[in-house]
């Protein structure tokens, strides 16, 4: 059961950051301008990486057996999207438009939630 959860939460996982990720690419110049990002590949690059991941994520949950060592790493990944955001936020890197950084900092609370969801239910495996 606790096996389930884990995987539920990494397809969700999965589906935000392909919603994520084809929101960057497929409304780049709209997300672009409204973020105050001026380089046009900047998002499309992002939203490819998120895409990426998102296969990963889909693929681990998909196998009849998770290795602990594949859940930790994407935990990290989680936990580094969420450092980066906090230091493009605190920096004001990037010169961005307030409301981008906002955006930011939702979706950084958004993975960080995923990262202790997954933290969580690795623990409650562990210890099953």
């Known amino acids: 059961m606790r096996t389930q959860k884990l995987k539920v939460t990494l397809l969700a996982n999965a589906g935000f ?3 994520s990720g084809l929101t960057m690419i497929l409304a780049n ?7 105050g990002i001026t380089p046009t590949w900047i998002l499309p ?5 998120l895409m990426l991941f998102a296969i990963h994520l889909y693929r681990t949950a998909s196998k009849a057996t998770i290795a602990k060592g594949q859940i930790r790493l994407i935990i990290w990944q989680d936990w580094l999207w969420v450092l980066a955001s906090l230091i493009v936020i605190v920096t004001q890197a990037f010169d961005l438009k307030s409301s981008a950084y906002l ?6 609370i958004i993975v960080a939630d995923f990262a202790l969801l997954q933290q969580w239910y690795l623990g409650k495996q562990t210890s099953a």
Do not use: E
């Open 103 to 108: 955006l930011i900092g939702g979706i950084a």
């Open 45 to 49: 690059s992002i939203g490819l990486g």
């Open 17 to 19: 950051s392909t919603i």
């Open 29 to 35: 110049s709209t997300l672009s301008q409204w973020m």
